[in-house]
Every structure is written in C-alpha cells, then in structure tokens.
C-alpha cells in the first residue's frame, strides 16, 4: 500500500512538476481576474518568532492515521520537546480522501475513524496546537483531493475542526498565479472566525519573499529537504543544497513572516549527529521555522540533545527576528552571523571540508567595535569565556561547526 502510494506520488509530482515547466511560473502572466483579490483583514499575528512544531511528512510520508498523530502528541509532551517550545503538530499529505455530495472535505474513514475534530480535541488537550494540510490545486501532491474551488469552504470546516495551522501545497496548479491561489486561502482563512497560521509551501519558485510577507506566516524558499548532506534527488535536495539557497534571502524575513527553508531532519538517519548539529545550529541562523520531523516516539540521547538544545533554539528564536548572513566564504569555509537583540550576536563557524579547519569569526564581521569585551558562550559544548576581545574560534570539525553567542560586557 505505502509502496504503491510512493510510486503513484513520484508520477504524479514528476507530472505536477512537468506541468508546471510547461505553462511557465511567471508570477503575474497567468492571474486570472477573478483572482485579483484585497486582503481586508490584516495578517493575524501568530508568528512573531519562528514557528516550532512537528510535521509527519520526513519520517511517515503517506502513512499517517490518528493513533500515530496521538502517539506523537503524546511523545511531544513526555520527552520534553513541548517544554523546548515545539507546541504545533500538523498532519501532512494524504489525511484526506474525498469530498461528500456537499463538496465538503472528508478525512480517510480507515485511518482517521473518529474524525478531525475529535483529533484536534486531543491534541488541544495535550497543550498543543493542531495542523492539517491542503494544496492550491486540484489535487495534493499525493493525489488526494486539493482546495481549489472550495477555499472558503474548506476554510470554514477547518475552523470548525479546530485546525490552528494550514500547510498549504502547490501541486497540480496548473496556469493558477501563485501569489493570487495564496491571498485567496488566505482570505478565506481570516474570514474563518479562527485564527489560523498559514504555511505557503509553493517550493520558492516564483521568489515567494517578494510578496508572501502580507499574505502568509512563513514560505517555502525550495524544494522538498533530502536526509543527506549534499546533492539533488528528483525535487528534493540535500542540506548543502538547501542551505545554499537560502543564504541570500535573509532581507525578506522577520517576524510574522518567515523564509521556511523545509521540516528538520534530525534523528531520521541520513546524517551523522555532526551533520545534524550544523543542520539544526544553520536553521537557527536562518531564522526558520523549526519543525521536526523524526519520529518523537523513539528519539535517541543526541537527537534530544539536538533538538532540546535550549540556546540554539534561544538564538532561532530571537525576538529581533532578523535573518543571519553569510558574511565570509573560502573554500569549504563559512562563517555566518546572525544580529540579536539587545546587542547580542550568534556566529557559527561552518566547515563542509573533510578536515578538521581552524577557523574564527571577528568583531569586525561581528559589526561590533573593535576594543569590545566580551562573553563567549560556545552553544555545543556550554563553554562560557569572559573578557574576550577582537575575535574568537577553534578548531572545527569535518561537516561540523562552532556555534557561540557573543555578549557585550562592560
Ligand atoms: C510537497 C511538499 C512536501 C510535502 C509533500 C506531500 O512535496 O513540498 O513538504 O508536503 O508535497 O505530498
């Protein structure tokens, strides 16, 4: 069953991402003009920091039903990851089989008997936020019944459900222009009487940080994360990758609005725990959301220690909301800053090479005045160092990085 739905799903986005080449995505060419809508009702403020949560696509794909969501509601809670700040668990692809005589949208009777609103309850009870997903086109990726044509009504019963976040694809779109398919959800989410978080997943192809900033919480910048350190698998791509195409889109971000560079892959395997650790310390320069997508049930000692890292998440979380930079580059060399409030600064020193580097950041690239004191907090290894000045850094390892938060001091 999953193997067949896996093959079904790889047609069907070779053939959403064939369509899509075909009719071209140019942002304005294909507005129809009954798509040409205003918002009215501002963007709910539901996003101030980036958003943190789990999504059940990376580990579990098609696979989901309502005891795997409450098993994950549960697990949230008892393994800390709720007291971390991870509080919304959304429910991927494939929830959704078909719509009744009314159009109304209907949850898969095998895999959710009890329904969503019962779902949603639960997870509600258990502290957390609840979150489905749809798709602007006919289809979903997964080739399960899409919004397009029933925004409003599918806006609606999502309120009386109790959803609190909608993940909102781009399969099977066709000619739609992105821009005016997302205000239209958009709108009909505000005009819900709910408020609901709006996760545009339109995959960056038409520069979604030029005009998602009033219409959704946080935009996907690229295709789907691969769990591997480098390279490209049909649509999706490796951390290196990914990393690669965010690195210059931090002008389009801050709070209530966020560049989504894809779910976390940490505990799934693919990596090794340094890999993972420059994967989770780069999203927190990154300002992204962080939404996990291991399976919460069985995490071993460092995917805890990754993911509950409490000063990583405080760096992501920042209250100033800015995006860090890249601001140096040689070879298999990075160093990326990130400007916090108060004063506060977070570097991560990035080593791609397969040797050990020894690397540093300067105040200089730190923009901060050269005689400065400071206190050095290394994130990984919890070492603090008072009184330094000028620069700091060591030696980094293979794929791994140094990640410190750098605190003026009088
Ligand atoms: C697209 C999205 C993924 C996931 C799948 C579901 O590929 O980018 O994040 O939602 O669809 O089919």
Redesign the pocket.
């Known amino acids: 069953m999953v193997l067949f739905e896996g093959r079904v799903?790889k047609c069907l986005?070779w053939f959403a991402a064939a369509t899509a080449l075909c009719v071209g995505l140019s942002p304005s060419a294909h507005a129809a003009p009954h798509e040409t809508l205003k918002l009215d009702a501002p963007k709910p403020r539901l996003a101030l920091t980036p958003p943190m949560g789990w999504?059940s696509?990376?580990k579990f794909?098609?696979n989901v039903s309502e005891q795997l969501i409450r098993e994950q509601a549960d697990a949230m809670v008892a393994s800390g990851m709720k007291a971390a700040g991870y509080n919304t668990l959304v429910i991927?692809?494939?929830w959704q089989k078909s719509r009744d005589g009314e159009g109304r949208i209907q949850p898969d009777p095998d895999r959710f008997p009890s329904g969503m609103k019962a779902l949603a309850d639960y997870v509600h009870s258990r502290g957390l936020k609840f979150g489905l997903?749809s798709?602007a086109g006919v289809l979903?990726?997964?080739g399960r019944p899409g919004s397009a044509g029933h925004e409003f009504q599918d806006a609606r019963q999502y309120a009386a459900w109790g959803v609190d976040w909608l993940?909102y694809?781009?399969?099977y779109t066709g000619p739609r222009n992105p821009e005016a398919a997302y205000t239209l959800m958009a709108k009909a989410l505000r005009e819900s009487g709910r408020d609901i978080v709006l996760s545009i997943?339109e995959?960056g192809s038409s520069q979604p940080g030029k005009w998602a900033g009033s219409i959704g919480h946080l935009w996907?910048t690229t295709?789907?994360?691969w769990d591997a350190w480098k390279g490209k698998k049909e649509?999706?791509h490796g951390l290196l990758d990914i990393i690669d195409m965010n690195a210059d889109l931090w002008a389009d971000a801050g709070p209530n609005a966020w560049n989504d560079p894809?779910?976390l892959e940490v505990g799934n395997g693919g990596m090794t725990t340094t890999e993972y650790e420059s994967h989770f310390s780069l999203w927190a320069m990154l300002a992204a959301p962080l939404i996990a997508g291991n399976d919460l049930r069985q995490m071993d000692a460092d995917t805890k220690r990754i993911l509950m890292n409490a000063e990583v998440i405080r760096v992501d979380q920042d209250p100033l909301g800015r995006q860090g930079r890249r601001v140096w580059r040689q070879g298999d060399l990075e160093v990326w800053v990130r400007v916090l409030a108060g004063g506060e600064r977070a570097a991560v020193l990035f080593n791609r090479g397969e040797a050990p580097a020894d690397m540093k950041v300067t105040w200089e690239q730190l923009d901060l005045a050269p005689r400065l004191k400071a206190e050095v907090l290394d994130l990984w290894s919890g070492k603090k160092t008072r009184g330094v000045v000028g620069e700091v850094g060591g030696r980094v390892a293979p794929h791994g990085v140094i990640m410190v938060r750098v605190t003026p001091t009088p």
Do not use: L
């Open positions: 799903m986005r999504n696509w990376n794909g098609c991927d692809d494939c997903y798709d979903t990726c997964g993940k694809d781009w399969c997943c995959w996907r295709g789907d994360i649509w999706s894809d779910m």
